[in-house]
């Protein structure tokens, strides 16, 4: 073993020392040391059983305890550069949870860096390697005092400081003038550039670099006509030679000022803007004046799996990755498994609010990693208001951060949830965005809940269409969803493909609950259905002499939505004031707990008390015990118990009319398990966790 992994060991003991381990680290680096063959091509470490299996306890093992032994597996496997930094800080991110990461582990771990990628010591190494380690680069006086002075005793020379100051400049001047980015872009060096990479967006960085390549293009100067491949050529090399960070995604009006040297016939911008979409791809722009390696397969990665619970679909092209969705599953909140592409992935779409779908969004997305998520601003609203109540939660059953899984605690640490709030960028269906470089998103209304979008992606000539959640059946809140289905893959939701409509009409069983129920009870799921309810309950004339009462979460969506109407909305309902002629519609749809499931306890006597059930009832769920009348139920509550099907997502008669008009490649995800296909649909693909598909893109 060498010298600095001893020392390295030694130091973490001395940080913990009630740790046990079961093997010697001897032991450890010798089986690690198998792993030095490996290909670092991450695809290719997915093909390793044993390494994914260590991954998988460190990166989904979230709600056990972390095993002290995979600790040092992958530092050992770290060490021995077999996996990089992105996963290492995964680790780290472990290990701060056990309160182990302080300033001197991030000085000593960076001084064992530097020796052993014998690189110099300089400011960008040590920005890049402190925001991989999970540290914002910005709050260098956040260290501690000791920390700062051996930081810039032992790593930054004059020169980095110089830059650093550099970079403060820059940073204040997009800030105060950024109307001006052209003007600021011209000022900056390409050495500067880089370091901006770690400040400020993506989309504010490609649009720097846009100006800044405006601007090296002048350097160039055409002395006798050229063609347009000699012309690129010189633009990439212009680029190479001031080792341009970023490939601007737009280049076309850099060209202009050299047109009339250049040996093409250039479309004007504007007649450009006139051109189909995919026909300008395939001649113009990207293709022809940028980037000079285009990698031939796009990779859609399934993190999540087919079943309803954490969604997390992973688009990968070349090096460059998005991510959709990123859920935590209600049953036992796990998260989507960990992929080593993950690294690449700058940009995460959220298709809606649930927390199915967003869950994991605050472990992802860390005050450091530069990664940014994509959605509506309803769905941002609602997603601020789900894991704000997610982390009270967890507050309220008394977690501490010592006791937290790293899951948990990530929701305990209130910056976390601010983090994520303030890398979010706001979509708007009917427009098209590149959210990440080739990468072009439209969104489509899914009319599942406020919010809700499917996503188009249209990814270097092929076309990926996802649902989210989806509904095509009109509501009282939505028109049924319009989508596309003639992308070249599609994903849909498939939660009630296959199970039997059902022919009761929602509103007469609703009516005959309040009419023969004393007091009411409907337990609706905050965002969506409590709105739903409030709405059907309006039309159907109910409001007028009833008291519609709603609290709690549901009760701030409500507000936050603006949904109209008469309905009160109240602090608390206890049996005290829950009056004749009262209906209280507030969360937890399946009586998991909350206010409805007080109600229901405190007033399980009483068969004049109605229970009117309206959503999904999860197998184990009191709510699916009462719809089925289970002896453990009916032997508790003698409430009288309504059933009205109504349902955010597409009902099985409309998805098959939206499957057989689909016309690629047809995924389907979301399913209760063990889903089987009818005859007619084998073409269908249920994906399992981490199922692979590859398009072959034409360019
Ligand atoms: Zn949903
Ligand atoms: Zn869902």
């Not at 402190?130 to 790593?155: A, D, H, M, Y």
Request: some cysteine.
């Amino acid at each position: 073993m060498t010298n600095d992994m001893t020392n390295y060991l030694e130091f973490l003991m001395k940080l913990k020392p009630d740790l046990k381990l079961k093997k010697t680290y001897h032991e450890i680096y010798q089986d690690c040391k198998e792993y030095l063959k490996i290909s670092k091509d991450p695809y290719f470490i997915c093909q390793n059983s044993n390494i994914m299996n260590i991954f998988d306890i460190a990166w989904v093992g979230l709600t056990e305890n972390f095993s002290a032994v995979s600790e040092y597996y992958l530092f050992t496997l770290y060490w021995l550069n077999a996996i990089n930094f992105e996963i290492y800080r995964a680790v780290i991110q472990e290990l701060e949870t056990n309160l182990i990461l302080d300033e001197e582990i991030l000085v000593y771990s960076f001084w064992l860096y530097t020796n052993k990628k014998k690189i110099k010591y300089n400011y960008y190494a040590f920005l890049e390697y402190i925001r991989k380690l999970g540290v914002k680069p910005q709050k260098f006086s956040t260290f501690s005092k000791i920390t700062q002075k051996n930081i810039s005793k032992e790593i930054l020379k004059d020169e980095d400081k110089e830059i650093g100051r550099e970079v403060d400049r820059i940073l204040s001047n997009l800030k105060n003038r950024s109307q001006y980015l052209e003007e600021i872009a011209s000022s900056i060096s390409p050495k500067l550039l880089k370091y901006l990479d770690f400040h400020v967006d993506q989309r504010l960085l490609n649009d720097l670099a846009y100006y800044y390549s405006k601007h090296l293009s002048n350097e160039i100067k055409l002395k006798k006509k050229i063609s347009m491949a000699e012309f690129q050529k010189k633009i990439e090399n212009k680029y190479k030679e001031n080792k341009f960070p970023v490939v601007p995604t737009v280049v076309d009006p850099i060209l202009q000022s050299h047109l009339s040297n250049i040996n093409a016939k250039a479309a004007s911008m504007e007649k450009l803007a006139q051109f189909p979409k995919d026909l300008i791809k395939e001649y113009a722009s990207i293709q022809a004046y940028s980037s000079p390696s285009v990698a031939q397969k796009i990779r859609i990665t399934f993190l999540g799996g087919g079943n309803i619970g954490n969604m997390g679909i992973l688009i990968q092209h070349d090096n460059n990755a998005i991510l959709i969705d990123y859920g935590m599953s209600v049953s036992n909140n796990s998260i989507p498994r960990w992929h080593p592409s993950l690294k690449y992935v700058k940009a995460i779409l959220v298709t809606h609010a649930h927390l199915d779908h967003t869950g994991g969004l605050p472990y992802l997305i860390t005050p450091e990693n530069g990664k940014q998520w994509y959605s509506t601003q309803s769905t941002k609203i609602l997603t601020e208001k789900l894991l704000q109540s997610t982390s009270s939660i967890i507050k309220m059953n008394g977690i501490t951060k010592k006791k937290a899984s790293p899951l948990q605690s990530t929701y305990l640490k209130k910056s976390h949830l601010i983090n994520l709030f303030n890398v979010h960028n706001t979509l708007t269906p009917n427009e098209t965005f590149e959210v990440s470089p080739g990468f072009e998103v439209s969104p489509y209304h899914a009319s599942h809940v406020f919010g809700s979008c499917g996503y188009k992606i249209d990814v270097f000539g092929k076309s990926i269409f996802f649902t989210g959640d989806f509904s095509l059946d009109s509501s009282e809140l939505f028109e049924g969803a319009n989508f596309p289905t003639d992308s070249d893959v599609t994903i849909f939701d498939g939660t009630y493909y296959n199970r039997p409509t059902p022919k009761t009409d929602p509103n007469t069983v609703i009516l005959q609950a309040a009419e023969t129920s004393s007091r009411l009870i409907i337990p609706a799921f905050s965002v969506g259905r409590t709105q739903e309810m409030i709405k059907r309950l309006e039309r159907l004339r109910i409001s007028k002499n009833k008291n519609i009462k709603t609290t709690g979460l549901a009760a701030e969506v409500s507000k936050v939505m603006g949904i109209k109407g008469k309905y009160d909305i109240v602090k608390d309902v206890s049996i005290d004031n829950f009056k004749e002629g009262d209906i209280v519609v507030s969360g937890h749809g399946m009586l998991q707990g909350g206010t409805v499931r007080n109600l229901l306890d405190d007033t399980k006597d009483d068969e004049n008390t109605g229970v009117l059930l309206c959503g999904y009832q999860a197998p184990d769920t009191l709510g699916f015990a009462l719809q089925n009348s289970l002896p453990v139920a009916k032997n508790r509550y003698h409430q009288k118990i309504f059933s009205a099907p109504i349902s955010g997502h597409t009902n099985s008669d409309s998805l098959n009319g939206f499957i057989s008009q689909i016309e690629g490649k047809k995924i389907m995800v979301h399913t209760p398990n063990n889903t089987v296909l009818r005859k007619e649909h084998k073409e269908i693909l249920i994906p399992d966790y981490n199922r692979e598909i590859v398009l072959r893109n034409k360019i």
